[in-house]
């Protein structure tokens, strides 16, 4: 027979007071319904705690051991349930991103949270979009971050900001001050990240056609990798906003101007709809959405 919580509050509670009159009015229980849940609490336990022989019933030798084990574990078990119950935020998580995200996002808004919750640790596993779709589907993460699209059968997703996508070049006369049309610079090196990239399908979907006609000169799985490799003359990359503002203000990198295209996408955040979602989660969720409404309002100031 299975012991319930319950059951161990009416013990502790007849223990301290001897009164079953007592502990069913504390619990608001009729006395019967005392009597009877410490009863199959002796059957759970297999031994008889009080004795009985008197008018007043009092512990045995058996009920005395019993309490004084279960007594600091009870309070432990309050301690525990109050700290919940204050939204305390504290605990492991690990969120799965995807590069642009993980790399440029998210480590200084977790640093920041864990600087401010001591009782916390946040890890960041990291993939191309499509990776990090299918961790959070295998339960391999509990939450991810991904940038565009990627459909899903399973996962919910909710937008949380949306992002600039340029292309640029470290090619002096290329960025020069002239606006090309996208037609112009379709033979030019394209450096550009693998398939399954949420970089790459954003920029192939709103290229279209013309997709199938870009020279596709190198395809690299990290963003660091493709700006050192954009340091050659006559190439290209499509890059997200946040992964390249250190190179556009030194002037290491430099936009190109394109008629009539602008590289937009979405940035979203994916769960399963059976992940419970925790206080520490939530807090997180809420510290990234302020950050990146802090960097869109600056960006577009």
């Avoid at 161990?8 to 502990?23: D, G, H, K, N, P």
């Avoid at 059957?43 to 058996?62: C, G, T, V, W, Y």
């Avoid at 049309?181 to 949420?198: F, K, V």
């Avoid at 992964?243 to 190109?256: K, M, S, W």
Wanted: with cysteine; hydrophobic share 40%.
């Amino acid at each position: 027979m299975d012991i319930t919580l319950r059951q161990v509050e009416l013990f502790l509670a007849l223990a301290r007071t001897s009164r079953i009159q007592s502990v069913a009015k504390e619990f608001s229980l009729t006395q019967s319904a005392v009597s009877t849940a410490i009863k199959r609490f002796e059957e759970a336990i297999d031994a008889p705690l009080f004795d009985r022989a008197h008018k007043k019933i009092s512990l045995n030798s058996n009920g005395n051991g019993l309490a004084e084990e279960l007594i600091p574990l009870m309070r432990r078990f309050q301690d525990v349930s109050t700290m919940f119950k204050r939204n305390l935020i504290a605990g492991s998580l690990e969120i799965g991103a995807s590069q642009t995200i993980a790399d440029y996002i998210l480590p200084e808004v977790l640093y920041t949270f864990q600087a401010h919750h001591h009782d916390t640790h946040l890890s960041i596993w990291t993939g191309n979009s499509r990776e990090v779709v299918h961790a959070v589907e295998m339960g391999e993460v509990a939450v991810g971050f991904i940038e565009g699209e990627v459909p899903s059968r399973i996962l919910q997703s909710e937008k949380i900001g949306e992002e600039e996508l340029i292309v640029v070049t470290s090619d002096v006369d290329i960025a020069a001050e002239r606006s090309w049309t996208m037609e112009e610079l379709l033979d030019l090196r394209w450096i550009l990240r693998e398939p399954g990239s949420g970089t790459r399908h954003t920029f192939f979907d709103q290229l279209g056609e013309q997709a199938q006609k870009l020279n596709i000169f190198m395809e690299l799985d990290h963003i660091e990798s493709i700006k050192n490799v954009l340091r050659n003359p006559g190439t290209l990359s499509c890059l997200s906003q946040h992964c390249i503002a250190h190179e556009l203000a030194r002037g290491t990198l430099f936009p190109v101007q394109i008629t009539g295209t602008h590289f937009m996408r979405n940035l979203y955040r994916v769960i399963h709809p059976r992940q419970s979602q925790t206080v520490l989660m939530n807090a997180v969720f809420n510290e990234v959405n302020k950050s990146l409404s802090a960097v869109q309002h600056m960006m577009k100031g």
